[in-house]
């Protein structure tokens, strides 16, 4: 199944995020690609924030993963890959108990990560065009 939202904005990305929210029952990782600065770390702003998240979500670019909770008890790991260089280091941190957890993974940067999956995820492509994007969500069965 793919999806796709032309024309988001600022004021329009909820409408997306609502949508995101609904296939979380099923599906616990999404995959945020994108280039640098396109919005990723701001969808996941707006997904948590339609979870009903009260806290501020901010980007784990440094901490590389973020624990968010969720007002249903639920966590949210919020995580930016960009400085992983290699597949090792994946390992490193201890990526497959996150994944494999049962609780919903945002992955930003995913690329090196991306085989170790085994399960049916979630793609959300993000491109920018002008003054608002397109996002595509794409399911990986």
Known sequence: MIRTYS??????ISAVARDIVSYCDEYKVFL???????GKTT????????????????SPTFSIINEIE????GIVYHMDLYRIKEEQELSDIGIDEYLYSGNICFIEW?????????FSFIALKLRRQ???GTITIMINE
């Open 43 to 58: 969808l996941v702003q707006a997904v948590c924030k339609e979870m009903g998240v009260q806290q501020e979500v901010s």
């Open 130 to 132: 002008g003054d608002s």
């Open 32 to 38: 945020l690609v994108g280039e640098m600065g396109v």
């Open 110 to 118: 995913p690329d090196l990560l991306v085989n170790r999956i085994g």
């Open 70 to 73: 969720t007002p249903a008890d």
């Open 7 to 12: 024309e988001v904005t600022l004021d329009s």
